[in-house]
Nanobody, 118 residues
């Protein structure tokens, strides 16, 4: 059974940094793309970025490009989201997603709250 858990969220001032961790178990890591999403109340969940399982290429949404960095540790079956120069509009619940294209399996963690406020 695939299990995903996010950690590292919290309260940070504008301009600050946080590093989120996505820990996984129960999956064959190499089969999955990994992505980060975020959601605020009243809005749809939006993709922040994702890293391709095959070639390691990374996509970022325009709203975070140049400030956020995604990485994956293939040995540890872990992914990270380094968030720098945080802005109040980055506030939300951040979710880690593991997607297996072979059978379109989607797995989500419970999310971690990020609040950017002075």
């Amino acid at each position: 059974q695939v299990q995903i858990a996010e950690s590292g969220g919290g309260l940070v001032q504008p301009g600050g940094s946080l590093r989120l961790t996505c820990s996984t178990s129960g999956l064959i890591w190499d089969y999955y793309h990994v992505a980060w999403f975020r959601q605020v109340p009243g809005k749809e969940r939006e993709a922040v970025g994702c890293v391709n399982k095959s070639d390691g290429s990374i996509f970022y949404s325009d709203s975070v490009k140049g400030r956020f960095t995604i990485s994956r540790d293939n040995d540890g079956k872990t992914a990270y989201l380094q968030m720098d120069d945080l802005k109040p509009e980055d506030t939300g619940v951040y979710y880690c997603n593991a997607y297996r294209p072979g059978d379109a399996t989607n797995s989500w963690g419970p999310g971690t709250q990020v609040t950017v406020s002075s």
